[in-house]
């Protein structure tokens, strides 16, 4: 996967985008590496991918780390930190796998699940 595009857009505009894929699909032609959330709300958007939200995908972006790694370097509760990784991994944009942490039990690892995420709003 090479970006994912979080935006808004109504109903129309959602399956304008999935006629045109089918299109390029009978055509044969190939995909690009892209995943695509939409939003109805602009405001929605900006709750759900809050600035607390933005910064902990900003971390993972550039490399996984670990729930009590993000914890330190984002100053957060470890339980705030682990709600927003399950949203944020329901949502698709991460994932996240449990490793052996020697002498500690099990931890679990925070990825991104592609090197670029964009966000594009329209208001109107």
């Known amino acids: 996967m090479t970006k994912v595009v979080v935006r808004t857009d109504d109903v129309a505009g959602f399956f304008a985008r999935a006629r045109d894929a089918a299109r390029r699909a009978d055509r044969g ?35 996984a780390r670990t729930i009590n790694e993000l914890s330190h370097r984002l100053h957060r509760n470890r339980s705030a930190i682990s709600k927003d990784v399950g949203l944020l991994e329901k949502m698709g944009l991460i994932v996240s796998e449990r490793q052996a942490n020697p002498g500690h039990g099990i931890q679990k690892a925070v990825r991104s699940i592609a090197p670029k995420i964009e966000m594009v709003a329209t208001l109107g």
């Not at 405001?43 to 933005?54: D, G």
């Open 29 to 63: 032609e190939a995909f690009e590496g892209k995943v695509t959330l939409s939003f109805e709300d602009p405001q929605r958007m900006f709750t759900v991918l809050s600035e607390a939200r933005r910064r902990l995908m900003l971390e993972v972006m550039q490399e």
